[in-house]
């Protein structure tokens, strides 16, 4: 077998360089054949070498990048005579034209990780992009071609947002922050993060008429102003300049995609807020005074008068409304703690109630009133319940001797 070697390089360098010279070495062969070839300029040893590398083995882009590269511009060997003398197809040998200056891409060609081929480093050159945009691409660890994408985007649309802001500062038209995106707003989006009461114009009513603004009936408004909205990574459409009010509560609009807010309140408004404000403050011992009575009433001898009507319409009611036979959750508790008698548990109260008629069958009529008014009051407990508080049941109550509370009295001369 023949070897080619070129003048003017020693032969044990050449040699030491050849695998066939590490094969002969390693069978103990003392001399190996070879043609010496005449060298007739350095573009034929450059060719010679990267054509034979190529055959031998799997040469990396990266040094196959630095062999076009000194064909192309140490030995100024034109790029169709670079493809056709080393076999290298055209839009390769002008890849590897291109992106030989690219420190940052050539040494990311041969990242198996990042999957870097030369037309995608050939287009990374072509995009003209700075130290870091290309560091971002090329150290991608998902995927580069996405990352190409997105640092173009950013491009076009700092390009779009930049043409705007001149436009709008261009005019009388403040430029401010598009309404509030929370942690939503990017670089792109032509807000920050901070909270505002920015609002479209499109989404504003006068508060006065209810018609729905425009941008040219908004001009006069001390709140007009514009701002870029659109734009982003994925279909976020061109960045625009659109109109807003920066203060519409301020300014007498509202949001029509919210219920329109209530007037101010009159002076008589504000007086009755007032007053219902104090009711609900005093609710809680109102309900505790009106209990108090209660059990006065159930530890007398004899039952007020008119007792039975009022335990059967509240009875009525209770089976119209479905509660009778499942009571209020407290109804039962409360019953036993009007009698007097220590409150059992929501198990054995049945027992309960049978071991104290046994003892005392005289007491069942005051069990009946006590569960019909337990019924009552379990439903007007709180501050929330005031406007159901029956006036039947409180005239009964006067009736038996109670005396409305002031809260009270305020509630019934209310209605």
């Known amino acids: 077998m023949n070897y080619l070697a070129h003048k003017g390089i020693p032969l044990e360098m050449r040699l030491a360089a050849s ?53 192309a511009f140490d030995l100024k060997m034109p790029a169709d005579q670079i493809a056709k003398r080393t076999r290298i197809p055209r839009d390769q040998v002008d890849a590897a034209v291109k992106v030989a200056g690219a ?17 995608f480093a ?12 290309t560091q971002r691409v090329v150290t991608s660890r998902f995927n580069p071609e996405q990352e190409l994408k997105n640092v173009l985007r950013a491009r076009e649309l ?15 038209t403040p430029l401010v922050d598009q309404p509030n995106r929370g942690s939503q707003a990017s670089e792109f989006s032509g807000s920050d993060s901070t909270k505002n009461r920015h609002l479209w114009i499109a989404r504003l009513a006068d508060v006065k008429t209810d018609k729905a603004l425009t941008e040219a009936a908004h001009a006069s408004c001390p709140g007009h102003a514009a701002a870029i909205a659109g734009g982003g990574y994925y279909g976020g459409g061109e960045p625009t300049v659109r109109y807003l009010c920066t203060d519409p509560k301020k300014y007498g609009h509202y949001d029509m995609q919210k219920a329109k ?23 809680p011992d109102v309900v505790e005074t009106r209990r108090t009575f209660l059990r006065v009433v159930l530890q007398r001898p004899k039952l007020p008068e ?37 409150i059992p548990g929501t198990t054995g109260q049945g027992e309960h109630v049978r071991t104290l008629l046994a003892k005392n069958p ?20 709180t501050k929330k319940d005031l406007d159901t508080t029956p006036p039947e049941y409180l005239e009964q109550l006067v009736a038996w001797g109670y005396e409305l509370t002031e809260a009270e009295a305020a509630l019934a001369k209310g209605r």
């Open 362 to 381: 005289k007491l069942a009529p005051k069990l009946l009133l006590a569960r019909a008014l337990a019924y009552v009051e379990t439903g007007i407990s």
């Open 158 to 172: 700092l390009t779009s947002i930049a043409a705007l802001t001149a436009q709008v500062n261009a005019t009388s």
């Open 122 to 133: 050939a287009r990374i050159v072509d995009a003209e992009l700075t130290v870091e945009e």
């Open 19 to 71: 695998n066939a010279a590490l094969a002969a070495v390693e069978a103990e062969v003392d001399l190996v054949p070879v043609f010496v070839v005449p060298l007739e300029n350095d573009q034929e040893r450059v060719v010679d070498q990267l054509v034979t590398n190529r055959e031998r083995i799997d040469m990396s882009r990266a040094d196959t990048v630095a062999a076009v590269h000194q064909l």
């Open 306 to 342: 008119g007792w039975e009507i009022l335990t059967a319409l509240i009875e009525t009611e209770a089976i119209r409304a479905g509660n009778w036979n499942s009571p209020r959750f407290d109804s039962p508790a409360l019953a036993f703690d009007l009698l007097g008698h220590a």
């Open 103 to 119: 420190v940052a891409v050539v040494a990311a060609l041969d990242n198996v990780e990042r999957e870097i081929t030369l037309d």
């Open 261 to 283: 807010p209530a007037p101010p309140l009159t002076d008589e408004q504000r007086v009755a807020k007032a007053a219902r404000v104090e009711l609900e403050r005093q609710w």
